[in-house]
């Protein structure tokens, strides 16, 4: 542990990084107020009654912005339509060759698509925020007053509120540490933390608190280790001039991630195999009374019952879903061919194996191997999110319960994003190591 929390105390022992620790913290804190802001008009006890009656696709969302849809403020949206905005684009680079050479042309080509990037979200914002406020203003949640002025204050007060979250999590990266949209979602899942263990603390026996933290510290474990595992592929490269020197023959070696698509493959499958259970749900709460036993209604409940959180069938196809989207999303981020010829071109090669299209089939193989195995790692920490709670006989909570302490989307988030800052203070620390290093090595030439 102390050797793991290294790089954060010798970090608060140099001024600049202790300076960007704290504009991270206070940046947390301004969120977790933001949280706190409710939208106006809002009747809160049918957004209460909405919440304890659905779950579902709402809790998931809700997961994301640390209660703030929960409670309807500003930022209830989150940051989630820049996400989609991104993974958006980076489909768009495989579908579209313009794209593509766009992405490689530098900085230029980054910035570009960074400004497509953000002014989609805002147009996804908008349309989310749309579709919500005519939810909610829907007779059968009651949530709000269906009128003019109600839907445009709550569509500009909830786009108002992501974009704020958008150019607070740039800011993050730009003046903290590591990347800000990470921290954003890392922020949400955090700031639900203490009601939850307060929650559970209340409702359940000491036997089930001990095996759940026994649980929770076993699987932090596991996804640190999977998460941080590779295959590393021994690349030697051959000699070569440079100017008028003759650079030596190099080994190095190409690492290929096991869970390289990390938590997204998680997020689209939740979503997928949730939205007809809460569709479902929602259906049968604007029937009547007299609908019972009725054609819809009975057809209703089936959908209902089988795609439910921890049945039989919503959890084969949340694995199965994991899966497909495990291998999907490494294809988009992972280009095999364009590797395969990056390596020709500076002279690599792969011992045993021929530039080109040899190494590229070679290369293509060994990662469909460990996708599989992270798809499976992906699967069994998404389904314990559903499977721990019964098998523990948790109760459940207002906040969500236990899943945020066992598996699944919120654990990776956060075991993944404390990592890379632990990491990019590290990076910082050898960095100004050898500038500190440098330096001396000037004075004694002087």
């Known amino acids: 542990m102390k050797k793991a929390l290294e790089p ?29 802001i409710p939208l106006p008009n809002v009747n809160r006890d049918a957004l209460a009654n909405l919440f304890s009656k659905s779950g579902g696709i709402l809790d998931f969302i809700d997961m994301f912005g640390g209660g703030a849809l929960r409670r309807l403020s500003i930022v209830a949206l989150g940051i989630m339509p820049y996400i989609t905005s991104s993974i958006v684009f980076q489909i768009l680079t495989i579908a579209f060759p313009y794209f593509k050479e766009l992405q490689q042309e530098g900085e230029y080509g980054r910035r570009k698509m960074a400004q497509w990037t953000r002014w989609s979200a805002i147009a996804l914002t908008v349309l989310q925020a749309s579709v919500a ?8 949640f009651g949530v709000l007053a269906p009128n003019a002025l109600n839907f445009i204050t709550t569509v500009v007060s909830l786009t108002a509120g992501t974009m704020f979250l958008l150019w607070l999590g740039e800011q993050i990266t730009q003046k903290g540490v590591g ?13 639900r933390l203490p009601q939850q263990l307060v929650e559970l603390v209340k ?29 590393r592929i021994p690349v030697k490269y051959a000699p070569r001039q440079a100017g008028r020197r003759m650079v030596q023959a190099q080994r190095s070696h190409l690492p290929l991630k096991m869970a390289a698509a990390g938590v997204i493959p998680i997020i689209f499958a939740v979503s997928i195999v949730l939205f007809p259970g809460q569709i479902a749900q929602w259906y049968l709460k604007s029937l009547p009374t007299t609908a019972v036993g009725q054609t819809g209604y009975n057809i209703a409940i089936t959908i209902s019952n089988w795609f439910s959180p921890g049945s039989l069938f919503a959890s084969l196809m949340y694995a199965a879903l994991v899966m497909g989207f495990t291998y999907f999303y490494t294809a988009v981020i992972f280009d095999v061919r ?3 010829d990056n390596l020709k071109k500076y002279g690599g090669q792969i011992q045993g194996y021929a530039p080109g299209r040899p190494t590229q089939l070679f290369i293509d193989r060994v990662l469909t191997r460990i996708t599989f195995a992270g798809g499976l790692f992906l699967a069994f920490v998404a389904l314990l999110q559903w499977w721990a709670p019964e ?13 945020t302490l066992v598996g699944g989307t919120s654990l990776l988030i956060v075991v993944g994003v404390a990592l890379e800052i632990m990491q990019n203070l590290d990076q910082q620390l050898k960095m100004r190591q050898y500038e500190g290093l440098v330096k001396q090595m000037n004075k004694g030439r002087l």
């Open 179 to 191: 990347n800000g949209i990470s921290f954003i979602i890392f922020a949400g899942i955090v700031a």
């Open 8 to 36: 954060l105390i010798l970090s608060w022992r140099v001024p600049e990084l202790r300076n960007r620790i704290l504009f991270v913290l206070g940046a947390m804190v301004v969120y977790i107020l933001a949280i706190y």
């Open 133 to 140: 406020a005519k939810a909610f203003m829907s007779p059968a």
């Open 391 to 403: 098998l523990l006989q948790l109760p459940r909570t207002t906040s969500g319960g236990a899943s």
């Open 203 to 231: 409702l359940a026996n000491a036997f089930q608190l001990i095996l759940l933290l026994a649980l929770f510290i076993g699987t932090v474990c596991f996804i640190i280790y999977v998460t941080q595992g590779e295959r």
């Open 338 to 340: 364009d590797l395969a």
